[in-house]
């Protein structure tokens, strides 16, 4: 998996940083979270194709983090997209498919599916799964997961043992076929070891802290936590109903993740050492994102 931070600032923009977006490729998939103004920009720096782009997924619906969605459509349109793009987001989202044609972007000839939700699990196939919950923010904000389905390590020297010759059947076992070696059925139970989790990240969209957040990020590999204020505008922090680099840090504690990484900075502070500081007093692992910042997992 890489993940890449295409925008960290919050709500005003500054000279380095953009509003939110994050890029996940992944699964022979681009996946985006969310979709600030000048997104569309970002992915050319960042070397990230849009037409790659399989689906998108708001986490609320203010414009820092919906704004670059007209831009982007329109420029896919003009570059002879024809694949369906799917859309996720919370009630409300399907207006945009009517704010985006009010605005005069009607060059495509590509289908968008707008999907509202309020939460579970959105997608689950053989490769992955991710779920959304509603979280603490002054509108219905969704934060989200995404989990890596890890198959079981396959046993190659009791596949050997049972008779089963290396190439085709090694794979087939491993995908969990059944199959036939001279007249006996090797299932894959028998040359499979234990289930193994797979990669887990959260990604929080903008919430005060909530219990129920704790609860979902619960052993991650990797937790992005918004982190708009420092410790001492947490008064700021409250009446936005956004999150403080310290309170951020206590989450990623208590849910016992393995890895903290803040954004949606506000561009109030002009440097982030504090912001660092405050975090890691009470979460080590923390770092600060930044524009193009890539992460692999």
């Known amino acids: 998996m890489e ?3 295409l925008g960290t600032s919050s709500a005003v923009p500054s000279k380095h940083r953009n509003h939110p977006s994050i890029g996940l490729k992944a699964f022979g998939e681009t996946i985006l979270f969310d979709c600030g103004e000048g997104t569309q920009r970002q ?3 960042a070397k990230i194709s849009p037409m790659k782009i399989t689906k998108i997924f708001i ?5 820092d983090h919906i704004l670059g969605l007209p831009g982007l459509i329109e420029s896919m349109g003009f570059r002879g997209r024809t694949e369906p793009l799917n859309i996720y987001g ?3 989202i399907s207006n945009i498919e009517i704010a985006i044609r009010s605005l005069g972007c009607n060059n495509k000839a590509f289908t968008t599916i707008l999907h509202e939700i309020k939460g579970g699990t959105i997608i689950d196939n053989d490769e992955y799964t991710i779920k959304a919950i509603k979280t603490k923010h002054n509108t219905y904000n969704l934060s989200y997961s995404i989990i890596e389905k890890k198959k079981p390590r396959f046993l190659r020297e009791k596949a050997i ?3 089963v010759k290396p190439g085709p059947d090694f794979g087939k076992l491993h995908n969990g076929e059944t199959i036939k070696v001279n007249n006996k059925i090797i299932s894959p139970e028998q040359v499979l070891g234990e289930e193994r989790d797979g990669i887990k990240i959260i990604y929080s969209g903008d919430t005060k802290p909530s219990e129920e957040l704790i609860e979902f990020a619960k052993n991650s590999d990797l937790l992005i936590h918004e982190s708009t204020y420092e410790q001492s505008d947490e008064d700021k922090a409250k009446e936005h109903y956004h999150s403080t680099s310290l309170q951020a840090a206590e989450i990623a504690k208590k849910a016992k993740v393995n890895r903290l990484v803040l954004t949606h900075i506000s561009s109030r502070y002009k440097k982030v050492d504090k912001i660092k500081k405050e975090a890691c007093e009470i979460f080590k692992n923390t770092e600060i994102a930044y524009d193009f910042l890539k992460i692999e997992l």
């Open 59 to 63: 986490s609320h619906l203010h414009g």
């Open 90 to 92: 919370p009630p409300g």
């Open 43 to 45: 992915l050319i720096f």
């Open 3 to 5: 993940i890449t931070f």
């Open 161 to 163: 043992e049972l008779g």
